[in-house]
């Protein structure tokens, strides 16, 4: 899956390629493939006590975690890389 955002910067940057395991379970401090009602996204899981749905959170710092009011798994990211040459692609 090709990463289109920032919000996992800096260690998966914009245009990377992502290697996703499919699954259905939210893994705690894992960053995973997700859709909520605000499309696919790829998130760092957090999960909270007594909350079905876990908060989304980015290692990006300009942006703040939030809770969707709906959540699907797709899939853990197990892998990524990156072209060096990002612009000419």
């Given at each position: 899956v090709k990463c289109i955002g920032d919000s996992l910067e800096p260690k998966i940057r914009k245009g990377d390629y992502c290697v996703i395991r499919k699954m259905?379970?939210?893994?705690?401090?894992?960053?995973?493939?997700?859709?909520?009602?605000?499309?696919?996204?790829?998130?760092?899981?957090?999960?909270?006590?007594d909350s079905i749905i876990p908060k989304l959170c980015s290692t990006n710092p300009k942006y703040k975690p939030f809770t969707?009011?709906?959540?699907?798994?797709?899939?853990?990211i197990i892998g990524h890389w990156s072209r060096d040459d990002r612009e000419t692609w």
């Open positions: 259905e379970e939210a893994l705690d401090g894992r960053a995973m493939l997700v859709k909520s009602e605000n499309g696919v996204c790829m998130k760092v899981i957090k999960k909270v006590k969707p009011k709906e959540l699907t798994i797709i899939g853990l």
